[in-house]
């Protein structure tokens, strides 16, 4: 049964306040859907793997085809926007590397970092980690926040758990190294299609939450973030650095590779503080994005029901005839079905009325009618 668009907005946004409340779901981390779907997606990989694009592109519709099957054995947009969430994970993920810098434990933050970023921390000291951990913030401000709650308003849970699976299945073979150039790029392409719209939204947001700085904002996101790799992520770095007055960008190693990325912003290096920063600035992005929507679907629904009033015992006729009486009736009325004020009866109009009339002579000029 389909859902009106009202609520499934104003559950989308719902959908941001639980997650803020209550974190992850009360699972084990194993059976956390996007977990089941990642292990689903990791054994069809050991057996269709080659190095080619076709096999990729199969893996990539496989996936998107199982989680669109589990969006509608859920049915709740409530719940899908909810399990596709992971604000609150991500923001106490960065404050655990903030702490762990704050107290001078470089190595502690290098063993954190992995549950932020995929690049290899082995060699990153603390200036690294902390620019490793805003650059995460801001890309997944997109990835865990907004994209989610704009595809849960688009499409229910289908939407969301679609789009989950896209971002999942980049994380896992959506790299640039020799294994999965080919492989991956079906699935890297789908990421990237599926996050366009909610990374520019993103910047929207990161600028309407630091109205002080929004003109720092558009300026990078316009002048630099066409240099980043990516089509997405560096709207969404871009965005934050302009808001945060940081400097973002420079060499990143994912194993064996090493990508040089183009610098974003004109501030200073982040330090441990800035992580702090950036989290505050992502709740307030969930905040104001969780508002918006639940106003745009409390709003809808209240202007639909205006619209659609009825007076209770009313009989409402459309062009099949009766079809109920009171609010639960359908106001869909057709203009020929409006109830006219004077009717007439059926065959009378004003030339049958003359051709009807007894036709007598008139009387002469000057002569009045005889008495």
Request: proline share 8%.
């Amino acid at each position: 049964m389909s859902v009106p668009w009202q609520r499934q907005v104003t559950a989308a946004g719902v959908a941001l306040a639980l997650d803020r409340a209550l974190g992850e779901p009360p699972v084990p981390g194993r059976l956390h859907p996007v977990a089941l779907f990642g292990t689903a997606i990791a054994a069809l990989e050991r057996r269709v793997y080659d190095d080619r694009r076709a096999p990729g592109a199969f893996l990539a519709a496989a996936g998107v085809g199982l989680a669109a099957a589990a969006g509608v054995a859920i049915g709740s947009p409530l719940v899908g926007g909810y399990v596709s969430t992971a604000g609150r994970g991500l923001h106490n993920a960065a404050l655990r590397v903030e702490a762990a810098l704050t107290s001078g434990d470089v190595p502690a933050a290098r063993r954190l970092l992995p549950s932020l970023v995929g690049r290899d921390p082995t060699a990153l000291d603390a200036a690294a980690i902390a620019r490793a951990a805003v650059e995460s913030v801001a890309e997944n401000t997109t990835d865990a926040i907004v994209a989610p709650a704009l595809w849960t308003a688009a499409a229910g849970p289908v939407g969301a758990f679609v789009y989950r699976a896209g971002d999942t299945l980049d994380s896992m073979v959506g790299y640039r190294d020799e294994r999965y150039r080919r492989f991956g790029l079906a699935s890297a392409r789908l990421d990237d299609a599926l996050a366009w719209v909610p990374a520019r939204t993103t910047a929207a947001l990161v600028a309407l939450a630091r109205p002080g700085r929004a003109s720092d904002v558009a300026r990078a996101v316009r002048r630099e973030a066409r240099r980043h790799p990516s089509p997405n992520a560096g709207v969404s770095e871009a965005a934050f650095a302009g808001a945060l007055g940081l400097r973002l960008g420079g060499a990143n190693r994912y194993g064996g590779v090493v990508e040089d990325r183009p610098i974003l912003g004109s501030g200073r290096r982040p330090g441990p503080r800035d992580i702090t920063a950036a989290v505050d600035l992502s709740r307030d992005v969930t905040w104001l994005l969780a508002g918006l929507l639940v106003l745009a679907g409390t709003g809808g629904a209240i202007v639909g029901r205006r619209r659609g009033a009825v007076a209770p015992g009313t009989t409402i006729r459309a062009a099949g005839g009766c079809v109920g009486r009171g609010p639960q009736a359908s106001a869909i009325m057709t203009a020929r079905d409006r109830p006219r004020r004077h009717a007439r009866p059926a065959g009378d109009s004003p030339r049958r009325r003359r051709r009807l009339r007894p036709r007598g002579r008139r009387p002469p000029p000057g002569r009045g009618a005889r008495p």
